[in-house]
């Protein structure tokens, strides 16, 4: 899965923070190639790059130890190469993007296994958001961005959280059905500048899973216990918030069955 | 007062009017084809995106189901744009319309998409070229070739040197901005004022427009230049060149570009060669990208009171047009706004907004951080003044008088009022002042009453 947080500063000029999925452990089982992927994705960009002189693409891969920045449109090393521009780029992604997977591979040397080797989205997703949140400090036009997420789902089930997270931030989910045709889906739906996604007929969020997941087990839940502090979900009652470190008080119905207790005995 | 407006045409304007043959041979120029997607609006860039990789035709209706009802006549103009420079091609169906993108377009995007493109010329390796100018010393001259033509044409007598352009050349450019009587000075036109108070992107475009339009008589073919500039912009600025990499043709035209600014020639101890300086580079650029904005000098006060910081004559003969310029400083010039000045301005054809919008976009950089960039009173009153001008509104109409009986007067009133036409009325003694429009049909109706 490949999610893409889009911004504008005026008409349709873009600037697209791209975090790319590069878990080994998705991967080694997809239909799809990573390789395969890589090429469409690469002239997605380029696409991205050639619509607008003034366009920026961004790209941030989302391993499964570490995330860090791939490639940057606006540095100064790309920037000067409208000429011959593809090369370039693909030079410069394709080594970073190696050097990135061989350092994230040796961090998991240093831990030992049994953890669950998912992808450490939400630390891209701080990334990207404090990279725009920079960018538009320094341009003083926009104080507050509006940053809609977009994503693209590549894989046998659904994400819950990318639909969410794309639904509330007034992005577009989707999850190609032909992934030989995966450029296409980019070019037709993810290629969009904001200005433009009021007037087309984007795919619109169908039937998106609302419900809270508990933070402890990743399961869906209905009815559970909140941190008062940082509005973390649990399934079951914690001493201790395993996200702020709040400290929890009695569970409530241990503490409304103490009372009770002392308020029966009096009247007997 | 009449509103002349230049409008600075865009480039794109002048590609789409070429004859298909032509426009079909700058198609197989990958770079000419990025220019021209660069220039399409918003959704008309998304169509052929989409479009790209789709070999069969698309009935129009499919295409209409892309956009939502808000945006069908964005849809529109996309469309007409697209078949405007022929990227689309339609293809008529017994029952409906289908569109296909244009082959040679098509192929040469893909192209371009996915290997990039190469520019047929490549940077000169530095260890032929001599000490190349940083990219301020380019910035620098560009501005200064720039403004030394602008002086030059509006003949100000000021310009330290001239350009190498034909005088016949500049007379071209001059038509439309200098009017000139027997034995007398040329005085600036209201287009001319006007040009002057343009931004540079929009005046740079004027130029070229007319450069390009008179191509034909200097024996270059057109579509050969404007993919020669389209193919320019596509260059690095503050590479070298070689001149040996150019035709014949681009030869001659290279020294015309060195004399606006666009490049800068340079000589070696062997070789010859061009850098391309942020003025051609921008080209393909639109006219209202604002990040082309060159640094401003101009800071107003809310006493009218005017102060540049500039050291060009240029800058300064444009203050002159609506203020009053009292000192002029090695690099300051000073000057206030006033009455007089204003109405000189007003007379000239200038309106109150341009001035507003040239001091505005010229503001220096201390006072652009502020909003407003020029004091509200200072705006304002500039409005006012321009009001002042146009205090009283002329109507042209008839007055009736002597009406014989007050029916008579009550219906012929009543019918200039149906008829919107009715200025002014004395019921008392029963005199009204009609629309000169109407006057026949009230004439009719007064001889009907009789």
């Known amino acids: ?19 790319l999925d590069t878990n080994p452990f998705f991967w080694s089982s997809s239909s799809l190639s990573f390789s395969q992927f890589l090429s469409h994705v690469l002239a997605f960009f380029n696409a991205i790059l050639t619509l607008n002189q003034l366009n920026q693409v961004v790209v941030i891969a989302t391993g499964y130890n570490s995330c860090d920045y791939i490639f940057d ?21 394709l080594q970073k993007l190696e050097e990135f997977l061989i350092k994230d591979e040796q961090f998991s040397k240093e831990e030992p296994d049994g ?25 003083a036009l926009h104080p507050h961005p509006r940053v809609p997420i977009d994503s693209c789902y590549i894989g046998a089930q659904n994400s819950a959280f990318l639909q969410q997270a794309s639904y509330i931030t007034g992005g577009v989910h989707h999850k190609p059905q032909n992934l030989d045709g995966l450029f296409q889906y980019l070019m037709t739906i993810f290629a969009t500048d904001l200005h433009s996604r009021s007037f087309l007929n984007l795919p619109k969020p169908v039937g998106v899973d609302f419900r809270a997941s508990c933070f402890c087990h990743k399961d869906t839940i ?29 569970a409530q119905s241990e503490v409304a069955s103490a009372s009770d207790k002392k308020r029966k005995t009096p009247e007997t | 007062m009449p509103q002349v407006k230049i409008i600075a045409k865009n480039f794109m304007d002048m590609v789409a009017s070429l004859p298909a043959i ?15 997607l660069r220039s399409l609006p918003p959704l ?22 892309w956009v939502i009802a808000d945006g069908s006549s964005k849809h529109k103009v996309a469309i007409d744009r697209l078949i405007q420079l022929r990227v689309l091609e339609v293809i008529d169906r017994k029952k409906e319309t289908a569109y296909k993108l244009n082959s040679t377009f098509q192929t040469n995007l893909r192209k371009h998409l996915i290997n990039g493109g190469i520019l047929p010329r490549e940077p000169m390796p530095s260890n032929v070229t001599a000490r190349l100018p940083t990219l301020e010393e380019l910035d620098a001259y560009a501005h200064g070739q720039w403004e030394c033509f602008l002086l030059q044409l509006i003949s100000s007598g000021q310009a330290e040197r001239s350009t190498s352009f034909s005088s016949s050349m500049m007379r071209i450019f001059q038509r439309g901005l200098l009017r000139q009587r027997e034995k007398e000075v040329p005085r600036l036109t209201e287009s001319g004022f006007q040009f002057l108070l343009m931004d540079t992107n929009a005046q740079l475009w004027y130029v070229i427009r007319e450069y390009i339009s008179n191509s034909e008589e200097q024996g270059v073919d057109q579509a050969d230049l404007i993919a020669f500039l389209l193919e320019l912009s596509f260059h690095t600025t503050g590479e070298a060149y070689s001149l040996n990499t150019l035709t014949d043709d681009q030869r001659a035209m290279i020294k015309d570009l060195a004399d606006l600014g666009l490049v800068k020639l340079q000589q070696g101890r062997k070789e010859s060669w061009f850098i391309p300086t942020k003025l051609a580079t921008n080209l393909s650029v639109s006219l209202t990208d604002s990040s082309l904005r060159k640094q401003g000098f101009v800071v107003v006060e809310t006493n009218f009171r005017l102060y540049a910081y500039s050291s060009s004559k240029l800058h300064c003969e444009i203050l002159r047009l609506f203020s009053r310029v009292e000192y002029q400083l090695p690099n300051l010039i000073v000057g206030a706004i006033t009455k007089e000045s204003l109405y000189n301005a007003f007379e000239n054809g200038i309106t109150a907004e341009q001035i507003i919008t040239f001091l505005q976009q010229n503001a220096h950089p201390r006072v652009a951080e502020k909003t407003p960039a020029v004091p509200e009173n200072v705006t304002d009153q500039i409005r006012l003044w321009e009001t002042d001008l146009n205090r009283v509104e002329m109507t042209p109409a008839h007055c009736y008088d002597e009406f014989p009986s007050r029916d008579v007067f009550e219906a012929a009133s009543d019918f200039a009022r149906v008829h919107c036409g009715l200025l002014w009325e004395d019921p008392k003694k029963m005199r009204m002042v009609v629309k000169a429009e109407i006057h026949m049909l009230m004439r009719e109706h007064l001889r009907g009453n009789k």
């Not at chain 2, 052929?48 to 209409?64: C, G």
């Open chain 1, 1 to 19: 899965m490949a999610p893409a947080p889009s911004k504008l500063y005026a008409d349709d000029v873009s600037l697209v923070v791209v975090l």
């Open chain 1, 73 to 93: 449109s606006s540095s100064d090393l790309n920037r000067s190469f409208e000429n011959g521009r593809m090369p370039v780029m693909c030079s410069s992604l």
């Open chain 1, 115 to 139: 953890r669950i080797k998912s992808s450490l989205l939400s630390g891209s997703l701080s990334m990207a958001l404090c990279y725009i949140q920079r960018v538009f400090r320094s341009g």
């Open chain 1, 222 to 250: 209905d009815m559970g216990y909140i941190c008062s502090v940082c509005l973390s979900i649990f399934c079951k009652h914690h001493k201790k918030c395993s996200t702020c470190g709040s400290v929890f008080g009695q």
């Open chain 2, 22 to 36: 032509k426009l079909d041979m700058l198609y197989r120029n990958q770079f000419i084809c990025e220019a021209i």
């Open chain 2, 44 to 65: 008309a860039k998304k169509y052929v995106l989409q479009m790209l990789y789709i070999d069969v035709p698309i009935t129009s209706k499919s295409l209409q189901e």
